[in-house]
């Protein structure tokens, strides 16, 4: 994909909620302060425990100079579009211009519904967002009284106005490919989430935008591509702060990806992704440019011209590196810092460890795939502990988030999200459990031929992969008994003790198996 050229923005994702109601505007002013391009919050209407977003971002607005604001996304089906226009238009004047526009087609389609919403089914969500689109800008337009046909969202001799301080962004969060083609064909931005668009599937969105763009008379370029990151195991971007900045101008070079938006609750994140990953991004990214501009002719190579593509930044040193012999570039994931659970399934510090690796061995990037390979399938594990964990706190929070992961659960009772939780955690267990016997079955004895002393490890290894199916077990078994007994408080307080515990022992144990197993995968292969 190009990089589109588009500057840079960075930006913050706060949750306004009803029990610490001060604390998004105080964590907006931080960011403001801090020099964050944007803030953003969720705006959910159906959830008592959360702010009106609208509400939140004038509160944030009128306490902040600089940082522009934008809901993330606005739900469309409880907020009418001509609604969404004067809205949006008013908070601009009265800002002074900082309001964007973020919008969703909706989802959670039983608690919009119980709201008074409609209930739309995926055709009937993307040809109402594309009116709603035309009824927006249309109310933007000024002039005369404007009429604008429609199923759902029309327009009969309307006045329109106010008319905004600065041409307001309307950035769709889409996913499926019929709301792409909408983005590309009508919006002004890509808004996608990480759990819903990993960075390996934004390349094909980003051709579905472009297509549609091309096919609609426009430059993909007019289409800024913002990211909704989670960063953490199984997320985006990975690792610790410092490693942010090459991630970030990865995808912005390779993906044309210009906004970053990162949820935070705490300022000192704020404050570092502000003065140090924002910066050395936008470093990296100005460097690469000017490199990729010297070495064309004329306008025509100037960076950001929309379809020529950009060499990779600085971010595949390492992988060429490998590919010519280098040492192991293949890096184990570090182990959790904070615990989640005061229990603990095991005592790190008995841990055996295996031969010291040699030092001068040099790795061709064929003989690392093996490793690079194991740490994929766990970073799968890692992404399904991520969504299962989500899933369990949306369950306890009473919202309908299952309904967000599976299409089909979504016109089920809160009872019923409780017994599909249990049968998405049962798929979860089986995976898991797959993927630990064929190492034990396979991986485990091979390398356990090939080099004796990993012996101690392995079976180390192997009592850890027992205790966690046990884990698991013990998680289902409290999954059922949330639903049987009522979800009184008690059985709350042992369903977030067990996976709090199991997301402690899952990452502990995935961090360890790939820190002793990496090195001799690549020295030996696998032989499986």
Not at 320 to 338: E, F, I, M, W
């Amino acid at each position: 994909m190009p990089d589109y050229g588009h500057d840079l923005l960075f930006g913050a994702v706060l949750v306004p909620s009803t029990e610490q109601a001060d604390d998004a505007v105080a964590l907006a002013r931080i960011a403001d302060l801090a020099g964050l391009d944007l803030v953003s919050v969720p705006d959910h209407p159906y959830r008592p425990e959360l702010l009106d977003a609208w509400m939140a971002l004038a509160m944030i607005a009128a306490s902040t100079t600089r940082v522009r604001v934008f809901p993330n996304v606005a739900n469309l089906p409880l907020r009418p579009p001509a609604v969404l226009a004067r809205t949006a238009a008013g908070l601009d004047l009265l800002s002074g211009g900082r309001v964007e526009l973020g919008l969703g087609a909706g989802a959670y389609w039983d608690a919009i519904a119980a709201d008074g919403g409609p209930r739309r089914d995926p055709g009937e969500a993307v040809r109402a967002t594309r009116e709603a689109i035309d009824v927006i800008r249309a109310l933007w337009s000024g002039g005369r009284r404007v009429s604008v046909p429609g199923e759902h969202y029309a327009l009969d001799g309307a006045a329109p106005g106010p008319a905004p301080a600065h041409p307001i962004g309307i950035w769709v969060g889409a996913v499926g490919p019929r709301m792409l083609g909408l983005t590309g064909a009508t919006a002004d931005g890509w808004l996608p989430s990480v759990p819903h668009v990993p960075p390996g599937r934004l390349a094909a969105g980003h051709r579905i935008v472009d297509e549609a763009a091309v096919a609609a008379g426009r430059d993909p370029a007019e289409v800024r591509r913002l990211y909704n990151l989670s960063p953490g195991p199984g997320g985006f971007p990975r690792g610790p702060l410092d490693s942010w900045p090459e991630q970030l101008a990865a995808l912005a070079l390779e993906q044309g990806t210009s906004g970053f938006l990162l949820p935070a609750h705490q300022p000192a994140l704020i404050q570092s992704f502000a003065a140090e990953v924002a910066p050395a991004t936008r470093e990296l990214v100005a460097a690469e440019r000017g490199r990729a501009a010297g070495g064309r002719d004329g306008a025509a190579g100037r960076a950001g011209v929309a379809g020529a593509p950009v060499p990779a930044a600085s971010a595949p040193d390492r992988a060429r590196a490998a590919a010519s012999g280098d040492p192991l570039t293949v890096r184990p994931t570090p182990p959790p810092k904070a615990w989640r659970s005061a229990e603990r399934l095991w005592d790190e510090s008995t841990r055996p460890v295996g031969p010291p690796a040699d030092r001068e061995r040099r790795y061709p990037r064929r003989e690392q795939e093996p490793a690079r390979n194991l740490v994929a399938a766990h970073d799968q594990l890692r992404s399904d502990l991520d969504r299962l964990c989500e899933l369990v706190r949306e369950v306890l929070a009473d919202t309908l988030a299952p309904g967000d992961a599976r299409s089909e659960i979504q016109r089920l009772s809160l009872r019923q999200n409780s017994w599909t939780l249990g049968a998405y955690c049962a798929s979860y267990c089986r995976i898991t459990t797959l993927h630990h016997t064929r190492e034990d079955e396979d991986l485990f004895p091979y390398l356990r031929r090939s080099d004796p002393r990993l012996g101690e490890v392995l079976d180390r290894l192997t009592e850890e992969h027992h205790a966690i199916h046990g884990l698991i077990e013990r998680l289902d078994r409290e999954l059922v008994a949330f639903v049987s007994e009522g979800g009184g408080e008690k059985e709350r307080e042992a369903l977030r003790a067990v996976v709090d515990l199991l997301s402690d022992a899952l990452l502990s144990h995935l961090a360890y198996e790939e820190k002793e197993l990496i090195e001799p995968m690549a020295r030996f292969g696998t032989g499986w």
